[in-house]
């Protein structure tokens, strides 16, 4: 190899298929393959699992009865016999010349060809004795192999890919070794390396895959965590960037009435962050550039109404708004409720003899007949219509608006890219409209940063005053529950009303909806026989649905007993009681998004969480729920028990580039990384001069992956 050579890229080495290193052939790269290894880079970007400190590890003799322990061993013996009800036991005896030990494993068989004779191993478990032998039932093993060196990398494996740790360990050695010729060119700048006394790559990807000590492997780490994040970074910041210098957007005038005359008219004041929110969006809407804002509040904070001062925000300055909702049903009542906010205000109208007219609100989904359908269509495209509410409908083709600012989209995260671009061509005579997406499932800053970070973030963080949290238990076992229902029908007898949610079954929705049904008619013949009771569920026709809400909302049925369509947004303030069944197979946001349903008028919200979990993770669920009614202390607690795969995973479809970055333990870095990459950005927006870097986003956050931060 010519020594001239450039330093090796990242995007060199995905050009380098694993078929090229000596030892891999087509069914080794077969085996790699299962691991979606196919190019060195993804060969090297295959971190250690965890790794094994030889200084360590534990002499047999040493072990007393109850230690948890890491032992080296040659494997001796290995057995297997039949136990009672077709169960297996195999024994494996192991020794590392002070001693020996039995490693026991239940229906393992396998384990005897995995373990021959003269192998040694890595085995970590708890020590007990049994009738005088030293034991440790099912430990973790892996193999060795004839590796040497002070820390073993574990890498993780699958058992479809049939490859050892330490035959990858040598592929990725190989890689390493074949790479130092030319060096890996680093791309992040200098001056960032120094700043946070970084490692160079290459020292880092040498670290992380054979440190000489656990301390060069956390340089090595933090420096490779770093890099993930300032990718993702950069996309999002480069992003963001580009939407503000579009200089396409409307310029809002700011200085009508109307909104004004609405907060007059509410009766109650503006929380402090109501008005600081109200503040960051008006700022946004009287400038050129398209605003582009997530608004995140707990379950009741208040978003409406910041919802509706945007779109009066346009209003009083002559363009028409458009709030778009998840569901009919969700768009059916923001749009009673946003009328009835709004009440007999006008807005000016120079062709009136008055001066002013209505303000005009309409509904407009596919439930609404044909003729107010078409009437509504009409008026948008003259500007006869003010603000209109609706569903995806709100952006067929056939919708035309005269001048559309202001689109408010509540829970975004139901809405993809096309729905967005189709919203931007709908302001096309006028400018690209303001979009501000509201979400009622808080994540964590940081997570925040790294999900929305396209978006401006506008964070409600203050309850209206007045209203006492609701109380959570968790009603275990038939008496606990047989209370519930007492309570249930207490309340009722007092004039409130109640929700029952049976669990969304993913497999199946027919199962689902019998499920549903099931619990309806029991409930109606048994517990709670005497009340009028309805039921909700997807396969319900719409007009059903609508007629069911309707009279749930006038209160002629007392308990609504339904799949998860009430967890966004249902208002119905005279509902006091949620009960939620099987509440262990909720999520912690979903679950918080129940609850809020209720408590949402003068009286005390009650919320019953029945269940039986049969995992810890379920049962942590339910208790974070009973101890917090904080929706971002809880967000926190649903990262750490769910780690953040599932976070990015509700934005991110496809593979993501955090492989060692934990959005809840590399927190600070996240915040780093996004300083760093503003102030890239801020200088370089297209990463002109920082063209390795630019490339590398590029390649790993490339289309697919760039999807995911789109998705608003
Ligand atoms: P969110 O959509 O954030 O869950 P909503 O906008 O539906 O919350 O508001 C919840 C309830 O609180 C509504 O009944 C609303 O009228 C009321 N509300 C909103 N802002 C205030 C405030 N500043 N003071 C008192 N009540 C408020
Ligand atoms: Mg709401």
């Given at each position: 190899?010519?020594?001239?050579?450039?330093?090796?890229?990242?995007?060199?080495?995905?050009?380098?298929?694993?078929?090229?290193?000596?030892?891999?052939?087509?069914?080794?790269?077969?085996?790699?393959?299962?691991?979606?290894?196919?190019?060195?880079?993804?060969?090297?970007?295959?971190?250690?699992?965890?790794?094994?400190?030889?200084?360590?590890?534990?002499?047999?003799?040493?072990?007393?009865?109850?230690?948890?322990?890491?032992?080296?061993?040659?494997?001796?013996?290995?057995?297997?016999?039949?136990?009672?009800?077709?169960?297996?036991?195999?024994?494996?005896?192991?020794?590392?010349?002070?001693?020996?030990?039995?490693?026991?494993?239940?229906?393992?068989?396998?384990?005897?060809?995995?373990?021959?004779?003269?192998?040694?191993?890595?085995?970590?478990?708890?020590?007990?004795?049994?009738?005088?032998?030293?034991?440790?039932?099912?430990?973790?093993?892996?193999?060795?192999?004839?590796?040497?060196?002070?820390?073993?990398?574990?890498?993780?494996?699958?058992?479809?890919?049939?490859?050892?740790?330490?035959?990858?360990?040598?592929?990725?050695?190989?890689?390493?070794?074949?790479?130092?010729?030319?060096?890996?060119?680093?791309?992040?700048?200098?001056?960032?390396?120094?700043?946070?006394?970084?490692?160079?790559?290459?020292?880092?990807?040498?670290?992380?895959?054979?440190?000489?000590?656990?301390?060069?492997?956390?340089?090595?780490?933090?420096?490779?965590?770093?890099?993930?994040?300032?990718?993702?970074?950069?996309?999002?910041?480069?992003?963001?960037?580009?939407?503000?210098?579009?200089?396409?957007?409307?310029?809002?005038?700011?200085?009508?009435?109307?909104?004004?005359?609405?907060?007059?008219?509410?009766?109650?004041?503006?929380?402090?962050?109501?008005?600081?929110?109200?503040?960051?969006?008006?700022?946004?809407?009287?400038?050129?550039?398209?605003?582009?804002?997530?608004?995140?509040?707990?379950?009741?904070?208040?978003?409406?109404?910041?919802?509706?001062?945007?779109?009066?925000?346009?209003?009083?300055?002559?363009?028409?708004?458009?709030?778009?909702?998840?569901?009919?049903?969700?768009?059916?009542?923001?749009?009673?409720?946003?009328?009835?906010?709004?009440?007999?205000?006008?807005?000016?109208?120079?062709?009136?003899?008055?001066?002013?007219?209505?303000?005009?609100?309409?509904?407009?989904?596919?439930?609404?007949?044909?003729?107010?359908?078409?009437?509504?269509?009409?008026?948008?495209?003259?500007?006869?219509?003010?603000?209109?509410?609706?569903?995806?409908?709100?952006?067929?083709?056939?919708?035309?608006?005269?001048?559309?600012?202001?689109?408010?989209?509540?829970?975004?995260?139901?809405?993809?890219?096309?729905?967005?671009?189709?919203?931007?061509?709908?302001?096309?005579?006028?400018?690209?409209?303001?979009?501000?997406?509201?979400?009622?499932t808080p994540i964590?800053?940081?997570?925040?940063?790294?999900?929305?970070?396209?978006?401006?973030?506008?964070?409600?963080?203050?309850?209206?005053?007045?209203?006492?949290?609701?109380?959570t238990?968790?009603?275990?076992?038939?008496?606990?529950?047989?209370?519930?229902?007492?309570?249930?029908?207490?309340?009722?007898?007092?004039?409130?009303?109640?929700?029952?949610?049976?669990?969304?079954?993913?497999?199946?929705?027919?199962?689902?909806?019998?499920?549903?049904?099931?619990?309806?008619?029991?409930?109606?013949?048994?517990?709670?026989?005497?009340?009028?009771?309805?039921?909700?569920?997807?396969?319900?026709?719409?007009?059903?649905?609508?007629?069911?809400?309707?009279?749930?909302?006038?209160?002629?049925?007392?308990?609504?007993?339904?799949?998860?369509?009430?967890?966004?947004?249902?208002?119905?303030?005279?509902?006091?009681?949620?009960?939620v069944?099987?509440a262990d197979r909720f999520g912690i946001a979903q679950l918080h998004q129940l609850r809020?349903?209720?408590?949402?008028?003068?009286?005390?919200?009650?919320?019953?969480l029945?269940?039986?979990?049969?995992?810890?993770d379920g049962k942590a669920r339910i208790e974070a729920l009973v101890a917090s009614t904080d929706g971002f202390e809880l967000a926190e607690v649903d990262l750490e028990i769910r780690?953040?795969?599932t976070i990015?995973?509700?934005?991110?479809?496809?593979?993501?580039?955090?492989?060692?970055?934990?959005?809840?333990?590399?927190?600070?870095?996240?915040?780093?990384?996004?300083?760093?990459?503003?102030?890239?950005?801020?200088?370089?927006?297209?990463?002109?001069?920082?063209?390795?870097?630019?490339?590398?986003?590029?390649?790993?956050?490339?289309?697919?992956?760039?999807?995911?931060?789109?998705?608003?």
């Open positions: 190899m010519p020594t001239g050579d450039p330093p090796l890229t990242l995007r060199d080495l995905a050009g380098i298929k694993v078929t090229n290193l000596s030892g891999v052939g087509e069914k080794t790269a077969e085996k790699l393959l299962a691991l979606e290894i196919s190019t060195v880079l993804d060969l090297i970007q295959h971190y250690p699992r965890r790794y094994l400190d030889r200084t360590r590890q534990a002499q047999i003799a040493d072990l007393l009865p109850g230690d948890e322990a890491t032992v080296l061993g040659a494997v001796r013996s290995a057995k297997s016999r039949p136990l009672r009800g077709r169960r297996t036991l195999t024994n494996v005896v192991i020794g590392d010349g002070t001693g020996e030990l039995t490693l026991t494993f239940f229906n393992q068989r396998w384990r005897e060809r995995q373990l021959k004779q003269g192998m040694e191993v890595l085995v970590h478990g708890k020590l007990k004795l049994f009738r005088g032998e030293r034991q440790m039932a099912a430990p973790v093993v892996d193999l060795v192999g004839d590796r040497t060196g002070r820390i073993i990398p574990v890498y993780p494996q699958s058992t479809k890919a049939d490859l050892s740790t330490w035959e990858l360990a040598k592929l990725i050695e190989e890689a390493l070794r074949r790479s130092r010729v030319r060096g890996f060119d680093d791309p992040v700048p200098p001056e960032v390396l120094d700043r946070f006394d970084f490692v160079d790559r290459e020292a880092a990807l040498h670290g992380i895959h054979h440190p000489t000590s656990m301390a060069e492997m956390q340089q090595a780490r933090r420096r490779l965590v770093f890099d993930e994040l300032l990718r993702v970074q950069l996309e999002l910041v480069r992003r963001k960037a580009s939407i503000e210098r579009e200089a396409s957007g409307v310029a809002h005038d700011m200085s009508g009435e109307l909104v004004d005359c609405f907060h007059a008219r509410l009766p109650f004041a503006l929380t402090e962050a109501q008005r600081r929110v109200n503040a960051e969006i008006a700022h946004d809407l009287s400038a050129e550039h398209p605003m582009h804002r997530l608004l995140q509040g707990d379950v009741g904070s208040g978003k409406t109404v910041v919802a509706v001062t945007a779109l009066l925000t346009a209003v009083q300055g002559g363009y028409q708004g458009a709030l778009m909702a998840p569901t009919e049903v969700l768009a059916e009542q923001h749009y009673l409720s946003v009328r009835d906010m709004l009440g007999d205000l006008s807005v000016p109208d120079p062709t009136s003899l008055l001066g002013d007219r209505p303000l005009r609100v309409e509904l407009l989904t596919n439930s609404v007949g044909a003729t107010a359908r078409r009437q509504v269509l009409d008026d948008l495209i003259v500007g006869g219509v003010d603000v209109v509410i609706g569903t995806h409908a709100l952006i067929q083709e056939k919708v035309q608006y005269q001048s559309l600012g202001m689109v408010v989209i509540d829970e975004q995260h139901r809405f993809g890219v096309e729905q967005r671009a189709a919203l931007r061509d709908k302001g096309e005579s006028v400018g690209v409209p303001d979009v501000l997406v509201m979400t009622a964590p800053r940081t997570a925040a940063m790294t999900v929305y970070g396209d978006l401006d973030v506008s964070t409600l963080d203050e309850m209206p005053p007045g209203r006492s949290p609701i109380i238990s968790w009603a275990e076992g038939p008496i606990a529950e047989s209370g519930v229902w007492e309570t249930v029908r207490n309340e009722v007898a007092q004039g409130r009303q109640a929700y029952v949610v049976c669990p969304l079954i993913e497999e199946s929705e027919v199962i689902e909806v019998r499920s549903v049904e099931d619990a309806f008619v029991e409930l109606q013949n048994g517990e709670l026989s005497g009340l009028r009771v309805g039921l909700l569920h997807g396969r319900v026709s719409p007009a059903e649905k609508e007629a069911t809400m309707a009279h749930f909302r006038e209160g002629s049925i007392d308990v609504l007993v339904a799949t998860t369509v009430v967890e966004v947004g249902v208002d119905v303030p005279n509902a006091t009681v949620m009960v069944f099987d809020g349903r209720v408590g949402r008028g003068e009286h005390q919200g009650l919320c019953y029945l269940g039986d979990p049969g995992t810890n780690g953040e795969g990015m995973g509700e934005r991110q479809k496809g593979r993501n580039d955090l492989r060692l970055a934990s959005l809840r333990r590399d927190k600070e870095w996240v915040s780093l990384a996004r300083e760093v990459a503003i102030g890239i950005i801020a200088d370089d927006p297209e990463l002109a001069d920082h063209f390795e870097l630019g490339a590398e986003v590029d390649l790993m956050l490339g289309d697919n992956e760039a999807e995911f931060l789109m998705k608003s």
